[in-house]
């Protein structure tokens, strides 16, 4: 979203009218009427993201990450789909008890073990923290541990790496396709049990969403933060664990494979290991900002969250250091350099322009970006009550390149993670396209919001800023 600073009543921005039209019903969250377009889509992603899925995972496993070979020898006649299913390790035990145990473990470090990071670590926000304000005028406390569960878990990772040797670092990979069915079982399990939640014990009947569409229902979410308990919440653990601590640990299971099939890590998988390392750490050590994001802010927890942090992330979001296992790349000096570059400069984007929001955003614009005083445009909105709030929307530093630079920072960090890889197979580039398609789509979804609060002031706003992502582009 553009950096602003709400005005001072908040609570009821989710209930606007757009300045200068009649009433309308809010834009806060997902819809509450389906077109027959969103759910076509519904349906689209319903029924082919688990097949993506098994697809992608399965090139690698059985045509050397290659994604025209299987249908090369199916239309040949070379292959029966029957005979691709057959080659496909199932579900077992072993997997079935790994997946348990980690999700145990993860649900622990969520809600049983306090944040001690943020009484040493200086510069880290932890503990308890409020989120923003949901539609139903909540405003919940969340326990922000993640720093800490990433710490605990990965030094348990390393300890047995390198003394008690419980288990082969090589076990996620060697374990990869069953543990697959497990992540799938979790994803639908918990995805249904909302649904389930929302009609008959939800956490807030007044922050629940029916559009009378099952299916959109199911997989857009009903309820905005399901809970059991006091802490356990539904939205802030998928989000962030199991999948994005996984994700780390996925990306050290791949490299030991590597190491045990050539006796080398490669340059390329170490710069794999490294940057996307970087973005899981900004993510956990920026927990409670991520309060504030348009996941936690804006989506109800349905398929699409569930389903989606269980199996989508863990396995499509990690495929560069998967492809880099059968295909191991070792980069020029020059070429790992400027990946290298290429990366570090699309997260300072990334992280430099969040920073100057929050900071606009904190001190209400008193204060300086680029070593001036912010410019920014005043908006206004106005209450369904008829009371009038004021916004500002800041149009200096990052903010006035373009109205979602943060995005673009963070597609460069994407190509980085992809170039590693590469120009051989297009599979482990299936993340840029996948990312762009993402941003660009929240951009446009971002934007409605806004122009539908804000009215002529948001025209305002994109007059002073055009473009949305690259200047003199898009």
């Given at each position: 979203m553009a950096a602003f600073q709400e005005?001072?009543?908040?609570?009821?921005?989710?209930?606007?009218?757009p300045n200068g039209s009649g009433a309308s019903r809010g834009q806060w969250g997902r819809a509450w009427e389906v077109d027959?377009?969103?759910?076509?889509?519904?349906?689209?992603l319903l029924a082919f993201s688990p097949?993506?899925?098994?697809?992608?995972?399965?090139?690698?496993?059985?045509?050397?990450?290659?994604?025209?070979?299987?249908?090369?020898?199916?239309?040949?006649?070379?292959?029966?789909?029957?005979d691709i299913w057959n080659k496909t390790p199932s579900l077992n035990w072993k997997a079935a008890n790994m997946y348990?145990?980690?999700?145990?473990?993860q649900v622990m470090l969520f809600?049983?073990?306090?944040?001690?990071?943020?009484?040493?670590?200086?510069?880290?926000?932890?503990?308890?923290?409020?989120g923003a304000l949901t539609p139903a005028g909540t405003v919940n406390k969340y326990e922000i541990n993640g720093l800490q569960a990433w710490i605990i878990t990965h030094a348990l990772w390393f300890a047995n790496a390198y003394y008690f040797h419980w288990f082969s670092p090589t076990i996620i990979f060697d374990n990869w396709i069953p543990l697959l069915w497990c992540a799938n079982i979790l994803g639908y399990a918990v995805s249904t049990f909302a649904m389930i939640k929302s009609y008959f014990f939800p956490s807030n009947p007044n922050d629940c969403k029916f559009t009378g569409n099952l299916f959109y229902d199911y997989m857009m979410g009903i309820e905005f933060n399901p809970r059991i308990g006091k802490w356990f919440d539904f939205k802030l653990f998928f989000n962030g664990r199991p999948g994005i601590i996984a994700w780390t640990l996925i990306n050290h299971s791949y490299a030991a494979k590597q190491q045990e099939l050539y006796g080398q890590v490669t340059n390329s998988m170490i710069l794999v290991n490294v940057l996307q390392g970087i973005y899981v750490l900004d993510f956990f050590w920026n927990e409670a900002w991520y309060l504030k994001t348009i996941d936690i802010c804006h989506d109800h927890f349905g398929w699409y969250l569930g389903w989606g942090d269980c199996v989508w992330l863990p396995y499509l979001y990690t495929l560069q250091g998967l492809y880099l296992v059968?295909?191991?790349?070792?980069?020029?000096?020059a070429n790992a350099v400027g990946i290298l570059l290429l990366g570090l400069v699309g997260y300072y984007i990334f992280r430099m322009?969040?920073?100057?929001?929050?900071?606009?955003?904190?001190?209400?614009g008193n204060c300086k970006i680029w070593g001036k005083k912010p410019k920014y445009i005043e908006c206004s909105y106005t209450s369904v009550g008829g009371t009038k709030y004021y916004s500002k929307l800041m149009?200096?530093?990052?903010?006035?390149?373009?109205?979602?630079?943060?995005?673009?920072?963070?597609?460069?960090?994407?190509?980085?993670?992809?170039?590693?890889?590469?120009?051989?197979?297009i599979l482990p580039y299936f993340y840029i396209i996948y990312m762009t398609i993402l941003l660009t789509h929240r951009c446009i979804r971002d934007e409605h919001r806004c122009s539908s609060k804000y009215g002529k002031d948001w025209k305002h706003y994109t007059t002073a800023v055009p473009y949305r992502l690259v200047p003199g582009v898009f």
């Open positions: 005005g001072k009543s908040e609570e009821s921005k989710h209930k606007s009218i027959w377009f969103s759910l076509a889509s519904v349906l689209f097949l993506i899925v098994y697809y992608f995972i399965m090139s690698c496993d059985q045509y050397q990450c290659s994604l025209m070979d299987p249908i090369i020898d199916v239309l040949t006649g070379n292959s029966h789909l029957s348990i145990f980690w999700v145990t473990f809600i049983l073990v306090p944040d001690f990071c943020h009484k040493f670590i200086p510069g880290y926000v932890g503990g308890v923290q409020e059968y295909h191991p790349v070792q980069l020029s000096p322009t969040n920073h100057q929001k929050d900071l606009f955003r904190r001190t209400d149009i200096s530093g990052f903010w006035g390149v373009a109205r979602h630079f943060n995005y673009t920072g963070d597609l460069m960090g994407s190509l980085a993670y992809c170039l590693t890889c590469g120009f051989e197979h």
